[in-house]
């Protein structure tokens, strides 16, 4: 009897969402950035970073208002 091999692929998928400051936190690690550095490139307060790490502060698609 032939037996034909097939191929197949995986593909890894989840529904898992990731709070945006945890994904930052992980980013400024992978890239040895601190919180001040991130925060003086953005021109904003380092307690600005500091709250969306920790899920204390939203970040919105829209510029802060003056």
């Known amino acids: 009897m032939l037996t034909m091999a097939t191929e197949t692929t995986s593909v ?3 529904n ?3 709070p945006p400051g945890e994904y930052l936190a ?10 001040l550095a991130l925060a003086k490139a953005m ?4 307690h600005v970073v500091n709250d969306i790490i ?8 829209e510029p802060p208002s003056s």
């Open 54 to 61: 920790r899920g204390q502060k939203v970040i919105t698609a």
């Open 16 to 18: 898992a969402v990731y």
């Open 26 to 35: 992980e980013d400024l690690e992978a890239r040895g950035m601190t919180q």
């Open 43 to 46: 021109g904003r307060p380092v």
């Open 12 to 14: 890894f998928r989840t």
